[in-house]
């Protein structure tokens, strides 16, 4: 009968053991520029407050960079102020590990 312990293959891409150190490279790619892109398209919903007066300011566009961050522009409702907010690819990186450990994190939670 063969064994079901695991064979010591690695760490898979996605998992949440250590750090995951196959992010960066190119294999990890798509996965980097599909998780810039749902960040992206998740700040064009988004509403803050206005540093300037108070007011509402809103996200008017998002993009990825080509480092696979993500810059937002902002504009204001009240006063008309535009300013842009960025988040690095090393910051995404770590967001992503978060994320990675909320998910694997749930199933646990429904078991108990």
Same mark, same amino acid.
Request: some cysteine.
């Given at each position: 009968?063969?064994?079901?312990?695991?064979?010591g293959? $690695?760490?898979? @891409?996605?998992?949440?053991?250590?750090? #995951?150190?196959?992010?960066?490279?190119?294999?990890?790619?798509?996965?980097?520029?599909?998780?810039? =892109? #749902?960040?992206?398209? $998740?700040?064009?919903?988004?509403?803050?407050?206005?540093?300037?007066?108070? $007011?509402?300011? /809103?996200?008017?566009? %998002? %993009?990825?960079?080509?480092?696979?961050?993500?810059? %937002?522009?902002?504009?204001?409702? !009240?006063? /008309?102020?535009?300013?842009?907010?960025?988040?690095?690819?090393?910051? =995404?990186?770590?967001?992503?590990?978060? !994320?990675?450990?909320?998910?694997h994190?749930? @199933?646990?939670?429904?078991? %108990?």
């Amino acid at each position: 009968m063969a064994s079901r312990r695991s064979r010591g293959r $690695g760490v898979t @891409p996605g998992t949440i053991r250590g750090k #995951d150190k196959n992010w960066l490279s190119e294999g990890m790619e798509q996965r980097r520029y599909r998780y810039a =892109m #749902d960040t992206a398209n $998740g700040a064009l919903n988004k509403t803050e407050t206005c540093k300037k007066c108070g $007011g509402l300011a /809103g996200c008017i566009n %998002a %993009a990825v960079l080509k480092n696979f961050g993500v810059r %937002a522009y902002w504009k204001c409702t !009240d006063c /008309g102020r535009e300013y842009t907010k960025e988040i690095s690819s090393e910051k =995404m990186e770590q967001y992503y590990q978060e !994320d990675l450990a909320k998910m694997h994190s749930k @199933p646990q939670e429904a078991e %108990a």
